[in-house]
């Protein structure tokens, strides 16, 4: 087990200056573009595949090959700090990907997981569809049906998936559907929807507030066969499950708690670089911009503003580190990745909202970037568990209490 430190190793060093250089070079020229376009910045991603930014191998690497924790989420901090919506769109693909390896067997994460993401000269994105129309949150109101038709072997997939990350337009679409609706949330399971695979559709395609270059849609499913391989885990292993569900026997749920909370430092890392992007802007134009004969920020109001920035920032970036750290470890006791995920969120809401006030009416126009992190950051607050659930993890967690 490798100690906490807050010193970076030679490796995440130089990774860390090998994605800021690829923002500052490929991503920030053409974030604008992108964001104004609302599409999946296909030129750029293609790009990222090949410097090897983009792939199943960097992700492998920097997870597995990383005792730290800290890898990723340096990674994620310098990519967002460079544009959100290109980020998302260059790390979308590792949501269906941890989706496929929560509960693959060997052989299906190995099949699997690089259709995710094709080859450099042939790029691919993966969707993990969960969210739904009436469920996001409430994970056990899913009406996505998974029936098993032991004539062909194979599941039959009825359902619409909501608000999907590169819904429609993946290769592979990893779907949560329900196999036992007397269950809830305990009798659900996870599916390959392979290339290609009939009766899957994009529904409509989402208008948003931020993050436009990352293509969000409905992922519609009408009588979609898969085969019985295509269930992850394997059969046998998900009626095992069902049928201690059935006989009142609890799962582990410290195991499914350590899971999730080790995915939501990685959130809080995205969040951190859109935050720290508004923050060094609105510090040089502070330094720049003069109003009554000075720079504005001789002024305390705003030096003060700036200097609430740069604190809350390091602070949500010790939660990030640590709780890495200590999902990389096992570690977790009180919900420490939701609380940096919730602070980060937070803070890059916060920040964002002051770095538009430093600029003035600048500040509220698309000639400046800061109105554009401003609304990339507030998806920090919803997606991959809202603020309120962030909560609700963090207060049971330190409670034991099964807190509503
Ligand atoms: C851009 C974008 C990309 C996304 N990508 C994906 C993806 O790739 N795959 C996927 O599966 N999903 C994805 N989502 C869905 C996302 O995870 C959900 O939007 C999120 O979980 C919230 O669910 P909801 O929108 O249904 O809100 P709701 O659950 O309806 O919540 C509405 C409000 O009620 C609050 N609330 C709900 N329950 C409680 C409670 N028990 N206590 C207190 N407050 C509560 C919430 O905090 C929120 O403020 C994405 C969403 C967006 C916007």
Redesign the pocket.
């Known amino acids: 087990m490798a100690e906490f430190s807050l010193e970076l190793n030679e490796d995440q060093l130089q990774l860390q200056k090998w994605i800021h250089e690829f923002g500052v070079d490929v991503i920030r020229p053409v974030a604008e573009e992108w964001d104004e376009r609302e599409e999946f910045p296909w030129p750029v991603v293609e790009q990222a595949a090949q410097i090897g930014l983009y792939g199943w191998e960097f992700m492998a690497e920097a997870m597995l090959n990383d005792p730290t924790g800290l890898t990723m989420v340096v990674a994620l901090e310098e990519l967002f700090w460079a544009d959100a919506g290109i980020g998302m769109a260059i790390m979308?693909s590792g949501?269906a990907a941890a989706g496929i390896m929560a509960s693959a067997t060997q052989e299906q994460l190995m099949e699997w997981v690089p259709q995710c993401y094709g080859t450099a000269d042939d790029v691919k994105v993966g969707?993990?569809?969960?969210?739904e129309p009436d469920?996001?949150?409430?994970v056990g109101g899913y009406r996505t049906r998974a029936v098993y038709d032991e004539a062909t072997d194979e599941w039959v997939l009825n359902g619409t998936?909501?608000?999907?990350?590169n819904g429609g337009i993946a290769n592979v679409h990893v779907v949560v559907a329900v196999v036992d609706p007397e269950l809830g949330s305990k009798g659900h399971a996870s599916f390959v929807v392979p290339p290609g695979t009939k009766g899957l559709s994009q529904g409509q395609k989402y208008k948003?507030h931020g993050?436009r270059a990352?293509h969000?849609a409905e992922v519609v499913l009408e009588d979609v066969r898969v085969p019985g391989r295509c269930l992850l885990g394997g059969k046998e292993k998900l009626d095992q499950r069902l049928a201690r569900v059935r006989e009142g026997k609890p799962g582990n749920a410290q195991a499914a708690m350590q899971t999730f909370e080790a995915t939501r430092p990685a959130v809080g890392a995205q969040a951190l670089g859109v935050a720290r992007a508004a923050y060094e802007y609105s510090l040089e134009y502070a330094k720049e911009r003069h109003a009554f004969g000075r720079p504005i920020i001789m002024n305390q109001a705003i030096a003060f503003m700036l200097a609430d920035m740069a604190t809350e920032i390091d602070a949500t970036r010790l939660l990030i580190w640590r709780a890495a750290w200590l999902g990389k470890n096992g570690k977790f006791v009180n919900a420490e990745g939701s609380m940096a995920k919730l602070k980060a969120g937070r803070v890059a809401t916060w920040v964002t909202e002051r770095a538009i006030q430093i600029l003035g009416g600048y500040g509220y126009t698309r000639e400046y970037p800061v109105e554009r992190w401003h609304r990339d950051a507030k998806?920090h607050d919803?997606?991959?568990?809202?603020?309120?659930?962030q909560q609700?993890v963090i207060s049971r967690a330190i409670s034991g209490l099964r807190i509503?």
Request: net charge negative.
């Open positions: 979308g949501l969707a993990f569809c969960a969210s469920a996001g949150s409430d998936k909501a608000w999907i990350t948003k993050i990352s969000t998806i919803i997606f991959e568990g809202t603020e309120q659930i609700l509503e």
